[in-house]
Each structure stands twice: as C-alpha cells, then as structure tokens.
Nanobody, 121 residues
C-alpha cells in the first residue's frame, strides 16, 4: 500500500516562508514522479509543482514560479516544497501526490492526507 505522509503546514504572515515535506517508501519514491497540488474551498485541486522521477526536472505553476521550490531527497524518500514570499492567496490545503509526470491531478494514483497552509495579511 502506498502511503504519503505530509507535514509542515501552518499559519504564517504574508511574506513569510514554510517548507512542506512528503515522506514515502523507497518503493514509491523510486517508481513515481511526485507532485504538489493545492485546493481552495469549493474548487478542484490545482497544480503547484512536480518533479520528474528520472532526472529531477521540475515544473511549476505560473502563480508560484520564482517563489516555490520543489526538491527531493532520495536518502530520506522525501519530497519538499519550499514556499517563500507567501501571499494570502496561497492559503489552501496542500497535497502531495505520486504518479506520472503530469500537471493534471486526475492522473495521479496516490495522495497524501493534505496539510493546511494559512497566510495572514
């Protein structure tokens, strides 16, 4: 069974930073690309960033480009999302996902439980 365990969400002031973590098993980490998505109330999940399993190439949504960085640590089987210069509009539930290298949430096979990020103005 694939498990993705997220941590690192919380409350931060606008302009601040947070780092989200997503830990999984060696098997999952070696088989799948990893992505981060977020969901606003009443909306579908939207793509934030993903990192390709084979070479670590990453892509970002335009709304977070230059502020967020996705990275991975193969020794810890963990993917990170470093979020800087946070804005109130970044407030959402953030989800980690494992699956194909895709920005479409419906193509991902496995999901974490979600972690709340709240940015106050």
């Amino acid at each position: 069974q694939v498990q993705l365990v997220e941590s690192g969400g919380g409350l931060v002031q606008a302009g601040g930073s947070l780092r989200l973590s997503c830990a999984t098993s060696t098997r999952t980490f070696s088989r799948y690309s990893m992505g981060w998505f977020r969901q606003f109330p009443g909306k579908e999940r939207e793509f934030v960033a993903h990192i390709r399993r084979t070479d670590g190439f990453a892509r970002y949504a335009d709304s977070v480009k230059g502020r967020f960085t996705i990275s991975r640590d193969s020794a810890k089987n963990t993917v990170y999302l470093e979020m800087n210069s946070l804005k109130p509009e970044d407030t959402a539930v953030y989800y980690c996902a494992a699956g194909p290298y895709s920005s479409t949430y419906s193509t991902y096979d496995y999901w974490g439980q979600g972690t709340q990020v709240t940015v106050s103005s």
